[in-house]
């Protein structure tokens, strides 16, 4: 190993962090190449051995391979995602085809495959526990999916279109990243921030500020946090519309980060791909290997969702409208008004008003509550270490001991949006916990885009935020409290449409009054968050949702719709697009939640692919999950909690999830609960 390289030395940090400080772009490069030459002598050693196949030497032996190149990607992902700079992106592209290149020769080596089909074959014989059969059907699986079993001059085509697809995933990523960082909405006079409340005006001053602009501007980024509350706040329409404009527009603009050639192209090789295994389309592909199983599962919860979220729309757009005329507004409601107007209605009808909400949800009172539920739930504390590394100032970190005072977990909370960090909200493992090879604690790393408060001032949040905030500790649970025996069972990694559960369900509490008025408290004053404010959230709680669930929904019947074509070369996405809006009716002045040229889900890595409908999936076994814990009487009932620490986040992938479910729950998820949540059960 190279003692220069910090990459490729042992990590004497606390608890095995990353040396972050010590790391350079230009270490990344050298320790891929040494790391992926260590994976592929232990592959070839498990290939070649002279042994017949053993779950031992073939199964355990695959699942503890690659652990040095495991910790570089793990590090090198999370600082291109949290904190890139240009070095890194560079690096970023010159190793996106190496690197699947090298995953691909190690899913289709034939020694090793060979010796998982043996397995395989005889596993009813072989004496395994749960886990261990679990584990030996997924790698075979991935395998397989992976173009094992291919011809030789299929598995070489196959491998080609990976490193190609990686390619491009990854200039797909840095051109919305680079739309969102070079676009800039300058607001200077009282005219321009007509209607912005105070906690807007201030995280703008922030943003100019941090960002190197005069004293006494005001920016708007392209950063959710920024865009949203401008477009329901704003009393410039025309403001509106250029943000607006803006961003629904990322990664279509002509020039160097113009997405639609590049999407195209990924969709071309998705379903050549999907055809060398035999698949009509990628949506087939993508989906054997998922709860749902196949498109006409996915078409009708998500039809069946559509048509009730249209008629829910109509009734709002009544009331939108009205809103709209009675400021003197004449002409349609587009999709730059709705928010605005919409906002209108819900002060008016439930007399709830975002600046009035803010100051009860300040950042870290909100991060207190997350910990005090974690506590109550599953016994868990989170201790501060401010000492430990982390790779950015804005990164807090914390180790968290079990019940008995035993180190659990390190927890990385990253919440602020800024320059060279992408959007949106996302969780991910820089470690994760396994005793296959000795115990391995893991350690989990939770980001978010806030808009930070200015210098001296407190981070406030929207009830959205703080949804947003508790959605993304469940995920951080899930790696947190993983129990798996093996590495490539732990945390999160189970099927997509069923990873969305532990977060979805952690929404659940702070939407509850008691965990809210103990911990909404006004930053200033320090009093509890009134009842009547409460139950004024919980009057409005089906306020604007028909909106929401059209938003969700048409993004992801286009996604479902554009990876079933079976055309041998994709369509104009654009085009496509809007074909399929039409088609379905989509209301224009409610828009999608992202559109092809900037859905990262779909087009960053395929895990979303054809999967967008996952959170609406995984909607029904949450909202059938919270009823287990309210008809215990108690949303912190021990022994519920147990069952769902247990078989949920304990369990990892090491069992078949609707048997993971039925084990929690004791029945399959009903959809009802679902639908009532929503708002979409009829009258």
């Known amino acids: 190993m190279s003692a220069a390289n910090p990459l490729l030395q042992a990590w004497s940090t606390p608890q095995g962090l990353p040396p ?150 990854t200039q797909f990523a840095q051109n919305v990243l680079a739309d969102e960082a070079g676009y800039r909405l300058v607001l200077r006079t009282e005219t321009e921030l007509a209607g912005l409340p105070d906690f807007l005006r201030a995280v703008m001053r922030q943003a100019a500020a941090e960002r190197g602009l005069p004293d006494g501007d005001h920016l708007v980024t392209l950063s959710r946090s920024h865009v949203v509350p401008f477009l329901t706040f704003s009393a410039r329409r025309d403001l509106r519309e250029a943000a607006w404009r803006a961003w629904v527009g990322r990664g279509e603009q002509s020039g160097e980060t113009d997405n639609r050639a590049i999407a195209q192209e990924i969709l071309t090789l998705r379903n050549e791909q999907a055809r060398l295994h035999g698949y009509d389309c990628f949506a087939d592909y993508q989906l054997a290997d998922s709860m749902a199983q196949n498109q006409q599962a996915v078409q009708a919860l998500l039809l069946r969702v559509w048509d009730a979220a249209l008629t829910a729309t109509e009734r709002e ?46 950042l870290a009172a909100m991060v207190a509550a997350l910990f005090d539920c974690a506590q109550r739930l599953f016994g868990l504390r989170f201790e501060s270490r401010p000492d430990w590394p982390a790779y950015h100032p804005d990164v807090q970190v914390y180790e968290v001991l079990d019940a008995d005072g035993a180190h659990r977990a390190v927890f990385l909370h990253d919440n602020f949006a800024r320059v060279g960090k992408r959007s949106g909200a996302w969780m991910n493992a820089l470690r994760y916990a396994h005793r296959n090879g000795g115990v391995q604690s893991p350690v989990i790393l ?18 959205d935020d703080v949804r947003t905030l508790f959605h993304e500790f469940g995920h951080g649970l899930h790696g947190m409290l993983s129990e798996t025996r093996y590495e490539r069972l732990s945390g999160t990694q189970v099927l997509r449409d069923f990873v969305e559960l532990p977060s979805q369900l952690m929404e659940h509490w702070i939407a509850d009054p008691g965990v809210m008025q103990r911990h909404a408290k006004h930053y200033r004053t320090g009093e509890p968050i009134p009842k009547t404010l409460i139950d004024r ?128 729950r004791g029945h399959d998820a009903r959809i009802e609960p679902m639908l009532k949540a929503r708002g979409l059960l009829p009258a």
Not at 96 to 117: C, I, K, T
Not at 332 to 340: G, T
Not at 548 to 565: N, P
């Open 20 to 169: 972050f400080s010590t790391v350079q772009a230009a270490h990344f490069g050298p320790a891929f190449e040494a790391a992926m030459a260590a994976h592929r002598a232990e592959i070839e050693a498990i290939g070649q051995q002279a042994a017949a196949p053993t779950f031992d030497n073939t199964v355990a032996a695959l699942d503890a391979s690659g652990r040095m190149l495991s910790r570089i990607e793990a590090l090198f992902y999370t600082l291109t995602a949290s904190a890139t700079t240009s070095e890194l992106q560079a690096v970023q592209r010159d190793l996106a085809e190496p690197l699947a290149a090298h995953m691909s020769w190690v899913a289709m080596h034939q020694g090793v495959f060979s010796r998982l089909e043996a397995l395989q074959a005889q596993a009813d014989h072989l004496a395994l526990a749960p886990d261990q059969r679990r584990l030996l059907e997924r790698l075979h699986l991935e395998a397989t999916r992976a173009g094992a079993r291919l011809s030789v001059s299929s598995r070489e085509r196959y491998a080609a279109i990976m490193q190609r697809l990686a390619a491009l995933n």
């Open 317 to 362: 757009r009544e009331a939108v409208q009205a809103a709209a005329a009675a400021h003197d507004f004449v002409g349609p409601v587009e999709a730059w008004d709705w928010r605005f107007y919409a906002e209108k209605v819900r002060q008016a009808r439930y007399a709830l008003d975002e600046a009035e909400l803010k100051p009860f949800f300040p």
């Open 537 to 664: 959230i919980k009057a409005a709680e089906l306020f604007n949702q028909g909106y929401e669930t059209v938003r969700y929904t048409a993004s992801a019947l286009v996604d479902l719709a554009i990876h079933a074509l079976e055309d041998e070369v994709a369509p104009d996405i654009v085009t496509f697009e809007r074909d399929t809006l039409a088609r379905l009716g989509a209301p224009a002045d409610c828009g999608m939640n992202h559109r092809l040229p900037h859905f990262q889900h779909l087009f960053v890595g395929d895990g979303y692919a054809a999967g967008y409908y996952v959170y609406l999936w995984a909607e029904v076994l949450d909202c059938d999950a919270f009823e287990a814990f309210q008809e215990a009487g108690d949303l912190f009932d021990a022994q519920t909690a147990q069952r769902y620490r247990q078989h949920i986040l304990a369990a990892g992938n090491s069992e078949e999830p609707g048997a993971a479910y039925r084990a929690f």
């Open 446 to 463: 939770n980001n978010n885009n806030f808009a930070k408060g200015a210098p001296g001032e407190p981070t406030l949040l929207s009830l």
